[in-house]
């Protein structure tokens, strides 16, 4: 049962357009989420984050969002530009223990000239 | 910056062979961790370490065994390979604390025929 869940595997934007790419989890002691960026042949790279006592986290154009009574949180990007083109991963931790991350599936974001 | 290193890129075995992947961290950071990244699955915990010869299952750990001799490298071990272990496998080291940030080497892409 995936307790992260990225539904859409795919999205394409315009050049100069927002991207908004969505995660769900289902796990409510979840306490901190990540979103990693990964381009083909590398690594994935992180990007940002957030607790769990913030609802947004800004950093230059990359914004992230979490409703945790709905248990969602997004990544908005604005404006999005061709080198923002990567496979974007979605991560959740529990404070303690060993603080493992537990990763989507990921979303394919296209950003067209 | 953090640098975690793996030894191979690309890997092509046979089943039943011994594969040893290899991964090394410059950056003194006492927890390390083995994923596979398969499309659709995202990243999956197959093993991690929080320090020298200390080792915790992860989520799917069949097939594998890894070893931790020295605090830079996190060896995995595929005992017998077995073609669904054809995958990319990716390394991360992090440094405990507040955040949960863990850093990727570039992955090993294996295919076991």
């Known amino acids: 049962d995936q307790q992260v869940k990225q539904n859409s595997p795919s999205l394409s934007v315009q050049e100069g357009r927002i991207s908004i790419l969505n995660c769900d989890y289902t796990?409510?002691?979840?306490?901190?989420f990540l979103w990693y960026k990964k381009y083909p042949a590398e690594g994935p790279t992180f990007l940002i984050s957030i607790s769990s006592i913030k609802d947004k986290n800004e950093d230059g154009r990359f914004t992230v969002f979490l409703n945790k009574s709905a248990k969602h949180l997004s990544l908005h990007i604005v404006p999005s530009q061709p080198g923002d083109s990567a496979v974007y991963f979605c991560?959740?931790?529990?404070?303690?223990?060993?603080?493992?991350?537990?990763f989507g599936a990921g979303t394919r974001l296209a950003v067209h000239p | 910056d953090v640098k975690v290193t793996q030894s191979s890129r690309y890997l092509v075995k046979r089943t039943g062979e011994k594969v040893f992947l290899e991964c090394v961290q410059d950056m003194d950071h006492e927890n390390m961790f083995w994923y596979r990244q398969d499309p659709g699955l995202g990243l999956r915990l197959i093993y991690f370490?929080?320090?020298?010869?200390?080792?915790e299952k992860g989520d799917i750990p069949e097939g594998y065994s890894v070893s931790r001799e020295k605090k830079e490298r996190f060896s995995l071990i595929l005992e017998s390979a077995s073609t669904n272990q054809t995958s990319m496998y990716l390394c991360?080291?992090?440094?405990?604390?507040?955040?949960?940030?863990?850093?990727f080497g570039p992955g090993t892409r294996l295919t076991v025929l």
């Open positions: 796990n409510s002691m979840f306490d901190y």
């Open positions: 991560a959740a931790s529990v404070s303690g223990g060993y603080n493992k991350l537990i």
């Open positions: 370490s929080y320090d020298v010869k200390m080792k």
């Open positions: 991360a080291s992090r440094s405990p604390g507040r955040t949960d940030t863990q850093y």
